[in-house]
């Protein structure tokens, strides 16, 4: 078990180990009923007191994520709280694997992105029935019969240019103007985003996300051993005063953003707070990682025009997916950046991969034509919010008064707030007996931990099914908190 403790960033060390367990608990990374080091021996690896290390166990107890057998150790609890037989330890082959140190902090999108469950609320994906399927595997079929040599080549590592020249077409439209050689095609936005972390942030640098934000994002800039600091939000997207109180304390080099429908949130970013932004990350001279992976799925009205269309002099990085409205399957994305931060950038495409795919790129130009592209986003607005509003409904009538949520403009989730004595992966274990599955809020935190939120995609499962999940979930709620009331105590404090 690595932990990676830094000892200048303002966090105790402490609450550096109780969050580096957790994140490797929720990655999967520690089984449940699997034995921890000791604390002499945690002790010594992170070389800190023993004090320490007992202080973090006691606190990773109360939080249920671990339990003690005198004489025997300290094991992961199991999501049904049966401790009885955990530390019974079973002889495995491969138990010499536990010895190989890793430098793996953290994976925990990985967790909740596909899982075995009847109703699933956890990834924010489009329901593949609203997916222009028939209309791929007929450009599939033609592009064999008209070049079948292209399976034989490799694609450019910036990308296909009759596709960048399309995204480029596309990305003026959403008032991103750029020229076709500041576009890189990525495999999605995730790859987008780990080739900036891995260019420009490692171990001592500072970089600011959301709190909270997209957990595949935290993933990423955890496992480069950076600083993370981070800025609450509200109903206009990042707290702009807060991050100037950052500003003025550190050296941020980097700050990532999700200004359209924020993932989890839904929070938009208004044009005010975007131009400030820019302003801020100018004047300091750090890079502002805009993701926008469903900026065109708007409810209500449409969006502000992204920060990079405002962006003269380069602080700005624009990704733009294509895999949830699109094609998943094909793992598209693009990335827009400008001078010796896009050559950087391209150079470090070229170490990972050497290019995308080239069949997956050549597919997805067909849908890219205006009029084609369009007609499918209005489709996908029109019926995404007649999701978005059975779900709201659904919570209105049978949600207990406890639990509060937003109401997106746009995007695909939902965000849950719970009494903050519940903790929402010991309500997901009840969920999923159910065949329901959800992001536990806890995922979207890099420091806080807040364990008592849910995001719940929407936009994934039918209606009929929508509406069993979120009722059931509501019924899972209600008995946890009227036990509470009951009991004045309960098994999810």
Known sequence: MHIYIQRNNGISITRQIVLAVIDQIL????????????????????????????????????????YSVQGSGTFVRKKNNDIETACIE??????????????????????????????????????????????LKTAFEHLIQEDGTFLSRYGHTQGDQQLRLAMQQYLSGLGVYTQIENLLVTNGSQQGIDLIARTFVGPGDVVILEAPTYPGAIDIFRNRGVTILTVPLDQEGMRLDILQQLFDKHHPKLIYTIPNFHNPTGVLMSHKRRRKLLEMAQNTQTLIIEDDPWGEIYYDQHPPAPIKSMDEYGHVIYLKGLSKILAPGCRIGVLSASGSIFKRLLAAKANADLGTPLVTQKILLPFLEPSIVESHMQNLRTTLKIRRDLALEILSERCPKEVSWMVPQGGLNLWLSLPEWVQSHLVLAEANKKGISFLPGSSCFSVEHENHHIRLSFSFVSQELLREGITTLCEILAGIILSRKNSHSSPYF
């Not at 921890?36 to 023993?50: A, D, E, F, H, M």
């Open 27 to 66: 990655s999967g990374f520690l089984q449940e009923g699997e034995k921890l080091p000791s604390v002499r021996v945690l002790s010594k690896q992170l070389n800190v007191s023993l004090l320490t290390v007992v202080k973090a166990y006691r606190e990773l107890e109360q939080q249920n994520f671990l």
């Open 90 to 135: 079973e002889p495995l082959t491969q138990d010499w694997q536990l010895s190989v140190p890793d430098y793996l902090p953290r994976s925990q999108l990985a967790q909740f992105h596909h899982v075995p469950q009847k109703i699933h609320l956890a990834s924010s994906m489009v329901d593949p029935e609203l997916l222009p399927n028939r209309h």
